[in-house]
């Protein structure tokens, strides 16, 4: 049986990839389009942020199941904002030592829902071998010491001690190395610049490393970070930055005899978390919420949440998460970013239904789970009100979504993946929203809303036994690689 690869590659997008090839600078990639099948539509989770979008690659659910809502999000039950380390301004105001925590050990271990089963843990219940390279979201059945430099482990307090679940193999930089083969003689990649080892040349070093040593695992994920950084500063330069990630993976290919045997010996899949958005050169870019809040009183960074306090910010680029601390403020604060039409969507949760409002408009939408639409993955649901509201076309009892692909799941996973009351903020196309400390890209790249910009990405599939089904989702992928490891993958419910 063939091993799987799952390559991850933040930021990737269709159009990128395909001029990338056509220009002759990605000879990895295209080897693998050539002999696999290509969907330039895949459609990926929301928000579109890197947190939310692993848990549901390792789970093959939407945020509603497995409970993590975004890569910043506030937990009403311990009163603490939780950032898995994005801006460094904001990751300095609540705490170095608390962000590290929240991405090191509360994410897989507290955050993610028991309710589920990573696809580490599914693949080694049934006898195999799992493995994760440089992914965040990575709980399993093994136990994992972390190795904390110097400098980290005096900046936080000597704190980090807990240990890391993971699958067999695992690896988070040099943090947490597995321990099956020799070291890795010390490179740059491996530097406090480089994150230790937290970039795409590290990976490629693991993983080859790993193929080498004999031990591979049935299934091994690797996350390609590098892309994404690059985007956010010069999305003008979109074709090199994925040819860098290209030599990465002809590295890769050149550790075989041969590329061909690369197929051979494994089923190779290529995806990317999400797309990115061009953000305007202006300051008018820039969402303010604090200013367009001034007649709430928001939770400052850093402080504790207090009744003193009307709302919380969870800035994710372009979405944003209100958490209003009195629920009779919901309404208000809904009014209040409702006028903007910077503000693509505004949502909100009334008993088991979404609502919607289009920004600058009083145009709403209400959606439910279980009635007589039926939408293209099969899922079945009730609406009234506009249905333009989210660009739904409907034939029938069949509906369509174009700019906001699969909006009614997505949206609906986002608002019930968190309880007490929340408002879901989408930014329009070219803005991005700004807080307190946090991080902007004015001229730069940016994601989070639930536009199809950020929302469709490519997946690419070489070595299979059968063709991945299309539509395609994200979430889909877990199930499609248990099946070509022949593992019985359960019934929906």
């Keep these: 049986m063939k091993k799987v690869l799952l390559f991850l590659i933040d930021s990737m997008m269709s159009d990128v990839l395909e001029r990338c090839i056509a220009m002759g600078k990605a000879p990895g990639l295209k080897f693998f389009m050539e002999r696999g099948q290509y969907i330039p539509d895949c459609v990926t989770v929301f928000p579109t942020m890197t947190a939310s979008i692993d848990c549901s690659l390792v789970t093959g659910v939407y945020p509603d199941q497995h409970k993590v809502p975004g890569l910043i999000w506030y937990d009403p039950e311990t009163n603490r904002m939780i950032n898995y380390i994005n801006g460094t301004a904001s990751v300095g105001k609540l705490g170095l030592e608390h962000c590290a925590e929240n991405v090191l050990f509360d994410l897989n271990e507290r955050h993610l829902s028991r309710d589920v089963k990573t696809i580490h843990e599914v693949l080694e219940e ?63 990649a491996q530097s406090a610049a480089k994150g230790y080892g937290i970039n795409d040349t590290y ?15 049935d299934f091994t994920l690797i996350y390609l970070p590098e892309n994404d950084h690059k985007l956010h500063v010069s999305p003008h330069k979109a074709v090199q930055h994925l040819a860098e990630v290209d030599e990465q993976l002809v590295r890769f290919l050149n550790n075989y005899s041969s590329w ?85 969507l505004i949502a909100w949760r009334e008993g088991d239904r979404v609502v919607v409002r289009r920004g600058a408009s009083d145009r709403l939408l209400r959606f439910w789970k279980g009635g007589p639409l039926r939408d293209p993955y099969g899922n079945e649901w009730g609406t009234e009100g506009d249905l333009g509201v989210l660009e739904v076309e409907r034939e029938g009892r069949d509906i369509r979504f174009g700019t906001y692909p699969d909006a009614f799941s997505r949206l609906y996973g986002s608002l019930f993946s968190q309880r ?71 019934a929906p419910l």
């Design 420 to 490: 007490g009351p929340v408002l879901v903020l989408s930014a329009a196309e070219g803005y991005e929203f700004l807080s307190e400390a946090s991080p902007t890209h004015l001229g730069g790249g940016s994601h989070g809303s639930l536009h199809k910009q950020d929302s469709l990405i490519p997946l690419l599939v070489a070595g299979a036994s059968r063709p991945f089904s299309v539509p395609a989702r994200l979430i889909d992928v877990k199930d499609f690689i248990l099946q070509e490891l022949g593992v019985t993958v359960p």
């Design 260 to 344: 061909e045997q690369v197929l051979e010996r494994n089923v190779c899949i290529f995806i990317s978390d999400h797309g990115q958005t061009l953000i305007g050169e202006s300051k008018e870019h820039n969402i303010d919420l604090d200013a367009m809040l001034s007649g709430f009183s928001v939770h400052r960074l850093g402080t504790d949440v207090t009744d003193e306090y009307d709302v919380v910010i969870c800035n994710n680029e372009r979405m944003t998460y209100l958490y209003p601390l009195k629920a009779e403020k919901l309404v208000r604060l809904a009014d209040a970013v409702s006028q903007d039409p910077r503000i693509d």
């Design 203 to 217: 990976a490629i070093d693991v993983l080859i490393e790993v193929v080498n040593s004999g031990k591979q695992p």
């Design 126 to 188: 049934n006898g195999l071998v799992s493995g994760s390279i440089n992914v965040i979201a990575h709980r399993g059945h093994k136990r994992h010491k972390v190795h904390m430099p110097p400098v980290l482990d005096a900046v936080t307090r000597f704190s980090m001690r807990e240990k890391a679940s993971g699958p067999t193999i695992m690896s988070l930089g040099t943090l947490v190395r597995p321990a099956l083969f020799r070291p890795i003689v010390w490179n740059w």
